[in-house]
């Protein structure tokens, strides 16, 4: 299976921007759809953003008009642009990749903490 790092987290002031990557070990682009969760101390794991092999794009409520999900298919890279960010947004986010019928993986997830 295709294995998933992310890097780009960190601490940033509420209102900052902060960028997250998704390096994959294989190529993305027969991938089902690639996203990003987070998961805040205390709470479930939540959808972020998506990114079908399509095209598509589905962002949680929270987020919209705020993060950019993208990829670069030649770099086998998935990203999460996160601007104004809030201090609810702090959490540890994850890499995720669908793959159909034959199941998905995750990445070991990376810190994002926003100050108020």
């Known amino acids: 299976q295709v294995q998933l790092v992310e890097s780009g987290g960190g601490l940033v002031q509420a209102g900052g921007s902060l960028r997250l990557s998704c390096a994959a070990s294989?190529?993305?682009?027969?991938?089902?759809?690639m996203g990003w969760y987070r998961q805040a101390p205390g709470k479930q794991r939540e959808l972020v953003a998506v990114l079908t092999g399509g095209g598509s794009t589905n962002y949680a409520d929270s987020v919209k008009g705020r993060f950019t999900i993208s990829r670069d298919v030649a770099k086998n890279a998935v990203y999460l642009q996160m601007n104004s960010l809030k201090p609810e947004d702090t959490a540890v986010y994850y890499c995720h990749a669908n793959f159909g019928p034959f199941g998905s993986n995750w990445g070991g997830g990376t810190q994002v903490t926003v100050s108020s």
């Open positions: 294989e190529t993305i682009f027969s991938i089902n759809a």
